[in-house]
């Protein structure tokens, strides 16, 4: 049914360049993603095919150094790219913030000599990436983690187990987080791991109610040596990196969430204008209008609040609070909208003959990754009133 097509979002943009850029975006979602989305995702297809395009058209590392192959692109204009190909479907757009993420640490922690000889491949040159933190014990308390890495003259030799990993077996390389030192935050170091490096291994991806496109598991080191020369800063300094980085990809985060909950509204108003009920559209209906208009109301205050964090990241001033602020409002706010456009549909949107009903099961897991809300509550109050006294 709709018979009212979705108007593109009016972006406010900073330059012609980033026009042409979400116009790039746009046509490839639209060519490339969209129409095989709910078909692959209810088969579990990852699109491998999908990333490479985008890593041929520049898209996999906006946010980096031209120098290496990245885009030169402020993060208001990343995360607005990644809204748009979360609108197409969550698995690439959440796809392309957790490679994002897994660049980050040797971007911006890495030496000269490493990111020369590392980051083109990573940005530009096919690969895809996974961010390794979280364990089976140690999710929110990322700084309790166990998997250790032990020197062994030049090289380091990982073992433990990571949980909940995007792109888990088959990402060509892991930013991994292991413990060199003493219990705590301070005891962590990051390292740059192979995909194909000896001992690493990968479960059965977690079977998930949503995005089930996107494999999701638990990531094994056995005895994995990497050289030092893939220690990505000081020795004790991983969990920095690692808080510096989920600063960043909350963001991305929350830039999806909006994403999702924007495709969302779009189906209920197309069909809201499309189905006729005693003689007249639903959308004549005040109940259905207001709801409507609620649902565009979060997602245009959800969009300002992230974009207003990444100006603030763009300008290097401080912008955690306002990271965390924007996944915790970005991603209840898709849950509401999403939850609404299946309401809006009615039957309809109980069934898998629409896409209200796969948003809503995708907008869920918003809610958790990279910190759950509880945990950027706990992060605002911080900033509010302090560390917690206890």
């Not at 972006?11 to 042409?20: F, G, N, S, V, Y």
């Not at 077996?169 to 987080?177: H, K, N, P, R």
């Not at 999806?256 to 209906?285: H, K, M, N, W």
């Not at 909208?337 to 809006?344: H, K, L, S």
Request: glycine content about 12%.
């Amino acid at each position: 049914m709709p018979d009212r097509a979705p108007q593109p979002v009016d972006r406010q943009l900073p330059t012609d360049e980033a026009r042409d850029l979400i116009s790039l975006v746009r046509d490839i979602a639209q060519r490339e993603i969209a129409p095989k989305a709910a078909e692959e995702e209810d088969a579990g297809h990852f699109p491998r095919d999908v990333f490479g395009l985008l890593s041929e058209s520049g898209l996999l590392g906006l946010p980096y150094d031209s120098e290496y192959g990245g885009g030169d692109q402020p993060y208001e204009v990343y995360l607005q790219v990644l809204e748009e190909l979360a609108a197409a479907r969550l698995t690439v757009g959440l796809g392309v913030s957790v490679h994002s993420l897994a660049c980050h640490a040797l971007a911006n922690f890495g030496s000269k000599e490493q990111q020369a000889e590392h980051l083109p491949a990573m940005l530009g040159g096919g690969l895809l990436g996974a961010y390794c933190l979280s364990e089976p014990a140690s999710g929110s308390d990322a700084a309790s983690l166990r998997t250790k890495a032990v020197r062994e003259g030049d090289d380091w030799v990982i073992t433990g187990g990571k949980a909940w990993i995007t792109h888990g077996g088959i990402a060509d390389f892991y930013t991994v987080l292991a413990r060199t030192g003493v219990e705590g935050p301070r005891g962590i170091t990051a390292f740059l791991v192979p995909g194909d490096a000896e001992g690493l291994s990968a479960a059965v991806p977690e079977k998930k109610m949503g995005m089930k496109g996107s494999p999701t598991a638990q990531v094994h080191f056995d005895g994995v040596r990497v050289p030092d020369e893939r220690r990505l800063g000081d020795e004790g300094q991983g969990f920095t990196i690692a808080l510096s980085a989920l600063d960043s990809g909350r963001l991305g985060i929350a830039a999806c969430a909006i994403g999702v909950a924007q495709a969302a509204l779009d189906e209920a108003v197309g069909y809201a204008t499309g189905r006729q009920q005693f003689g007249r559209p639903i959308s004549d209906f005040q109940g259905l209008r207001f709801m409507l208009a609620d649902m565009a109301t979060q997602i245009e205050a959800g969009r300002a609040l992230y974009l207003s964090a990444a100006r603030l990241r763009d300008a290097g001033l401080p912008f955690s609070k306002q990271a965390a602020m924007a996944k915790l409002l970005c991603t209840d706010a898709a849950m509401k909208v999403t939850t609404d456009a299946v309401q809006v549909l009615g039957g309809y949107g109980y069934t898998a003959d629409f896409p209200a009903e796969r948003y809503m099961r995708e907008a869920k897991v918003l809610q958790i990754v990279e910190g759950t809300n509880q945990i950027q509550r706990m992060v605002i109050a911080r900033h509010l009133a302090g560390p917690d006294s206890r």
